[in-house]
């Protein structure tokens, strides 16, 4: 059985908005948990249906720890969103990942915690895989289009969630990058891949290197004036990357064969009668599938 894909960007520092959706508009999505980080910008691009939502909101109003994540998941999922892809800045841990370089990041260290991390809790229990927190076949389609972009890429890298907004320590960035075999830095895309894996969304996250953090001894602290400056040119690359993926994703899609949008089927333990209806109405957009 195949479902219209819609395919949902959440652009992250420097990426408030692209180009080039036919019927292109604005529109704001009332959730039940708040309002999400802006109104989503909506259209179609070769056929197929697309959503932007800038992660920071345009004009860049929220902080990382109160970028509404629930309802911007909640929001893209009411939507009709298939296929989340993340694009974000970091910085990096590798003298092979250099600033302008994408990483296809494909696990986590989830290091924040500030933030409220699931759609559940007590009145409905559910517990979700995340050994795999990234889709492959949406991996797949960001590799392609990024090499067809011209845009240095690195497929795989573990991704170092921080709370921030403060930069690393020295003694942080070198225990994250030599003790735990971080690739990359940044501050929010935790709990972002746990909430769209609870909502059955497949996430591809696209890590744009803005600086090497600060462990690198011939680059000292992170300067935000030399992140602003590379940041311009990797969101028109990331900007060029995402207008390709309507065309490799096409506008039909099947089941996700990596499980992404089967993820509830068994995850939910809370006996039916003793669930909590006020929970469960919140939960119509992310768990409708399994809850009916
Ligand atoms: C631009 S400096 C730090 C800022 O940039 C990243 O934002 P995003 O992940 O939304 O691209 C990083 O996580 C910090 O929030
Ligand atoms: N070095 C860094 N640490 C955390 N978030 C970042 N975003 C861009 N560069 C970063």
Known sequence: MTKPTMIAVIGGSGLYEIDGLQDARWVTVDTPWGAPSDQILTGELDGVKMGFLPRHGRGH?????????RANIDALKRLGATDVISVSACGSFRESMAPGDFVIVDQFIDRTFARHKSFFGSGCVAHVSLAHPTCPRLGDACETAARAAGITVHRG????????PQFSTVAESKLYREQWGADVIGMTN????????????CYASIAM??????WHPDHGAVDITAILATLQGNSSNG???????PALLG????EC???CDTALEYAIMTAPEKRDPALLTKLDAVA?????
Request: no cysteine; charged share 30%; proline share 7%.
């Open 61 to 69: 109003v929220h902080a990382p720890s109160d970028v509404p994540y």
């Open 157 to 164: 890298g573990t991704y170092l969630a921080m709370e921030g």
């Open 190 to 201: 935790m709990p972002e891949a746990k909430l769209a894996r609870e909502a059955e969304l």
């Open 209 to 214: 290197v803005t600086d090497f953090d600060s």
């Open 239 to 245: 900007a060029d990357l995402v207008r390709r993926l």
């Open 251 to 254: 506008g039909e899609r099947t």
């Open 257 to 259: 064969p990596h499980g």
């Open 288 to 292: 409708g599938r399994v809850l009916g």
